[in-house]
């Protein structure tokens, strides 16, 4: 989802987590930030299956 924009030239920060991992399946978290950490642009989630 989006929140807000970025602009070329903007320095922006990716934190991503795992939330939960199981043996066939992990469930991740990202967030994207710019203005050194404090404006958050994007979020989103992601399953992912583990072979």
Sequence with gaps: MFVKTA?????????A???RSGKKI???AVE???ND???VIAHGQHTKYLL
């Design 7 to 15: 602009f070329p030239g903007d320095i922006v920060t990716v934190d």
């Design 17 to 19: 987590k795992t939330i």
């Design 26 to 28: 992990a469930f991740l």
């Design 32 to 34: 994207l930030r710019k």
């Design 37 to 39: 950490s404090k404006d």
